[in-house]
Every structure is written in C-alpha cells, then in structure tokens.
C-alpha cells in the first residue's frame, strides 16, 4: 500500500488549511513510525448519513506526538529524543502516507532553534507544528505530580513570531499549545496567553487539560470566541481530548473546536497487545494461544507494500518476455575452470547470475558452454554447446543459440555479477540496443592489467550531471579495447540490452557479415569477435546503439582477487 499514497511535500501542505477551509473541523490521529502512520492513513469505514446515503468516515490527518515518539524508542517524554531523531521518524511516517501531519513540537527550544524546524519540517510537507508555552525541557502534562513551569508569554509570543517570519509560505501553520490550566494558572491566564500568541501571528490556539471533567476545555472555547469578536478574527482551536474522552465530536463542534486530535491511542493501544503476546508465549512456551491476537502475516505484506511488490515483479516478467543469453565457452588464463563455475561463496558465478535474473522476472536463461561443458550444474537453464571454443569468441557462442533469439535479451559476459537494479534499468528505458557502462573505470587501479572495452559517446557527459544517465540522448559512436581514454565516458560492463527491433537488427547485420574475410573490427575475424565489435559494425551502418550509466551494483570477476573481493561483497551485502 505504501507506494499507493504518494504525494509530493508541495501537495501535501496546504491540505490542512483546505480541509479546515472546507469542512471547518477535522479529526487526526496519532502516529508514532511507519506502520502506525500506514493504518491511521488507510483505515476508514462507511456509514449512512441522514438522507440514507453511505458515506466514508475516516481520520483527515496524523499526529507526530512527541510522547508516542519518544515511547517508541523506550525513551521518557521529557525532550529527550533530539530533533534529527524526530525529524527522521516523521520523513518515515510521510513516506508511507499522504495525509496533512501536525507535529507535536513540544516547546520548540530556543527561539532560534524553531526556527530552524520550522524550515526543516515546512520542507518535509508537515502541514502544522504545535509548540506548547512550558520552558524547556518540559514534562509531559498528562503526568499527575510533574512540575508544570510556564515560560514567560512575551519570551513565548517572540518566537512564535520569529518562527512565523522564516516560512517559505503561509500553508505551513504554527499552532500554540496552551498549557495554563495544565499547571493550574486558570482561564484567564489560558485567555491572556491566547491574546498575546494570537497578536504574535500564530495560526491557531491549542487548549489543553488533563481532568476527566471537560468544564474548564468547554468553558475556554466559550470565551474564545468572545476574545476572536474582540479581536476582529478567529484562528482555528484545537483540542486534544485525551483525558476527557467521553465528549463526542458532535459536542466539540457545537463549541466551535476545528481540530481534534486523538493524540496516543494507536501506541497505547500496541503496548497492551505486545504485553498480552509475550505473556501468552512465556505462559504456554509456544505462539499458537496467541494467533487470534495477531493478524496474518499476510496482511502485513498487504498493508506495507509487499504483495504490490510481488505482483509488479511478475507483471514486469509477463510484460517484458525477456530472456537472457550468457556465453560461457571459453578457457580462462588465470583459472583451471570456465568462470561460470568460479565459487563465490559456496555457489557457482552461474548460480549467481540466475538468481539475480530469476529475482527480475527472467526465467528463459540461455547458457551457450564448451570448455569442460559436463562440469555445468543442472540449474534451471538451457543449455547450447560450442565445441569450437578454442577458436572461437562470445559472437560465435552467441550464434550458436540463434533459435533461441526470438524477442526482447540480455546478453551476459559469463564473468560478472551485477544488481537487479542494474538490469530493471536497462529494460525500462525501451530502447532497441542499450549498453550498461561504468563511468568510474579510471579509478580502479586493479583494472589496469586489463584491456578495457571502453565508450566513446556523441555528446559529452557533464561531469555534473548525475551518474544515472538519461540514455535517450546518449548515443555511442565507438566501443572497444583500442580506444583513446581520455575521450571516453565509460566502461562497457559485459550487459547489452536489445529488443525485439534489435534483437532482428543484430541478427540481420550478423547473418550480413558471415561471408566477409579477414578482420573483423579489433578481431581477426567474425569467428573471434566479440559482441563490441558487432555493435561497432551495427553503430557504422546507423543503427542507434545507446548507453545507460551505472557506477556501481557489478563486479568482473577478472583474476582470483576480483573473486575475494565478490565474496566479501555478497557476504557484506554490497551492492544487493
């Protein structure tokens, strides 16, 4: 689901406003990470109104409540957990979700410091900040006997207006929390605050209680309509009734409160569910007595985003229909064994390779083998044989599988294994011919014993731009070992992207060349030429031949260090 509720920062903002603008009150509820964020932005239910009509009901926004944060990370409610922490879990709650957010700013800290949050959370999409008028650190005011120290309102209304002046635009809101009849001060000092922060600019009035009797909550949102009269404005109230829970939205509209905020029930409540869980197993010493207190597993894959993962895969292997064509004939120098059949750790290069291309959605795999061919396992592939080998190169084992050639491919170097992501980007561009290159070749010192296939393009890569190239303008106009370096942009890695049109293109002009003699571009011939030469022969006739960057997500295994250097990145996770 997670990827169903996007939106962008500039779209979410001012949805708050709108919505306050549109149906002058609002309910939002409390999130403490991502999962909680996902259930309070999806849940929702149908009612039928007056008329017999159904209707949808559900939370319009998400609390970021400092205490349910700070819970979370088994941390006291005490301004303990910093502000990149907190910034961190509310861009984590906004990337699963797409609803308005009010943040719990607690005191906000030092004028100067708010400042700097306002920024940071305007920037992140947060439609509102509620920041409360207690000195720092506070305590939280729910809390029976914790001492309550008010800060001065003039110190508190400067840096509401400070706070108000570093805004980019007005949809961000800045809303004060009233804490006067948490520490005991009464109305009117709750009255007189209000006035001061109101005058300051704030964007709205928050009063809070902690008694189970709502009188005093009802009795504010009465004289603060008599104080909005006296100013000529209103801003919008917000109340959070936590405490006195037995007051229904319908009485809070009636008292004109815009905003309710039920602000730790979704944290409180998995506290009880967790506690109820782990006595269960140490009660029973197993986790069957407590399956009807957790959901399936399945439907956590549902609510995060899993099963849509699995169905885009296996749409993305329906649509494409693409295949894979490793060449794996040839005798190595540095080894005694085809480099398909290299182990990094415990399990074939070739293994590896089919894992990685069975995890994007490709299972037609074609391996074309000939030297010590019986050594290949019985993977899930199918198997061409060159028994030319010793005289022959990756074209000619290519060719030897040209039945199989019938629609979108892959060609594979049998010597390199690479990331998914490196061949989900090379089959997204939907281009005919796509070369994946590495711009950072002239920082690898181990290569230089090696003759590169280098690229050459038509137009120059900005050093500036970002590594991932967009291909539709880059074209190349040569690829080969006997290239000038300083002129090229990158290192052909070993994977070629073609189809349907180039799979045909590539299979006309190589059927063209099977009677020519002699050299072969940088081969002695077409018997021993490898696949850059048949590009370079395909780019020479005017067949576009494009290149998609990648600086990193691959690795050639050229000699026994490469090897050791595979197996402490796939052990280590690198590059996954």
């Known amino acids: 689901m997670t990827l169903r509720n996007l939106i962008s920062p500039e779209q979410r903002r001012p949805r708050l406003r709108e919505l306050l603008t549109r149906k002058n009150f609002v309910r939002i509820i409390e999130a403490h990470n991502g999962i909680s964020g996902l259930i309070g932005n999806n849940a929702f239910l149908e009612e039928l109104d007056d008329n017999g009509q159904a209707v949808r009901v559900e939370f319009d926004g998400l609390w970021e409540s400092s205490l349910t944060d700070s819970a979370s990370k088994g941390y006291p409610d005490a301004e303990i957990i910093g502000v990149e922490s907190r910034l961190h879990n509310i861009s984590q709650i906004l990337d699963v979700t797409n609803k308005p957010m009010i943040v719990d700013g607690d005191t906000g800290g030092e004028a100067s410091h708010f400042e700097y949050t306002v920024k940071r959370l305007e920037a992140l999409g947060v439609s509102a900040v509620i920041i409360e008028d ?224 069975t995890r994007c959605g490709i299972r037609r795999i074609n391996v074309i083998r000939g030297f010590k061919k019986t050594d290949f396992p019985p993977v899930k592939v199918n198997y061409f044989d060159n028994d030319e080998y010793e005289d022959t190169f990756s074209i000619y084992s290519l060719f030897q599988a040209q039945e199989a050639i019938n629609g979108k491919f892959l060609f594979i170097n049998s010597d390199i294994l690479f990331s998914d992501f490196v061949i989900k980007n090379l089959i997204d561009t939907n281009l005919d011919i796509v070369v994946a290159v590495d711009g950072s070749y002239k920082h690898h010192k181990h290569m230089q014993d090696k003759a590169l296939d280098l690229v050459i393009s038509k137009t120059a890569v900005n050093a500036d731009q970002r590594r991932l190239v967009n291909p539709f303008n880059q074209k190349i106009v040569r690829i080969g070992k006997q290239l000038d370096i300083p002129q090229a942009v990158g290192e052909y890695i070993g994977i070629t992207y073609f189809s349907e049109q180039g799979a045909e293109d590539l299979k006309t002009v190589y059927n063209d060349c099977l009677g020519r003699t002699g050299n072969f571009h940088e081969a002695d011939s077409l018997r021993r030429a490898s696949l850059t030469d048949l590009l370079q022969e395909m780019i020479d006739r005017g067949y576009p031949v494009h290149f998609l960057e990648f600086e990193r997500g691959w690795i050639e295994i050229h000699n026994p260090q490469d090897q050791s250097a595979a197996e402490t990145m796939l052990s280590g996770g690198e590059g996954q």
């Open 134 to 357: 207690k000195v720092f650190p506070k305590r939280n005011s729910l809390s029976e006997d914790a001492n309550q120290v008010l800060e001065d309102p003039q110190v508190f209304a400067t840096k509401i207006k400070r706070a108000g002046e570093v805004r980019i635009k007005d949809d961000f809101m800045i809303i004060a929390r009233l804490e006067s009849l948490i520490a005991g001060f009464g109305l009117e000092d709750a009255l007189q605050r209000a006035r001061q922060y109101l005058k300051a600019g704030v964007d709205g009035i928050m009063i809070h209680s902690k008694k189970n009797d709502p009188a005093e909550i009802f009795a504010f949102a009465e004289a603060y309509e008599r104080l909005s009269d006296e100013l000529g404005y209103r801003r919008p109230l917000v109340c959070v009734p936590t405490a006195y829970n037995q007051v229904t939205e319908a009485e809070l509209k009636a008292l004109n409160f815009n905003v309710v905020i039920y602000a730790n029930h979704l944290m409180r409540a998995s506290v009880r569910a967790m506690d109820n869980v782990v006595k269960s197993i140490l009660l029973n010493k197993r986790s069957l007595e407590v399956d009807p207190l957790c959901v399936p597993v399945k439907e956590i894959f549902n609510l995060v985003g899993f099963t849509d993962v699995k169905e885009k895969d296996a749409q993305f292997a329906r649509d494409q229909g693409v295949a894979a064509f490793i060449p794996a004939a040839g005798k190595s120098r540095r080894f005694e064994q085809p480099k398909a059949l290299l182990k990094i750790n415990g399990q074939s290069l070739l293994e590896n390779q089919v894992e990685a291309l």
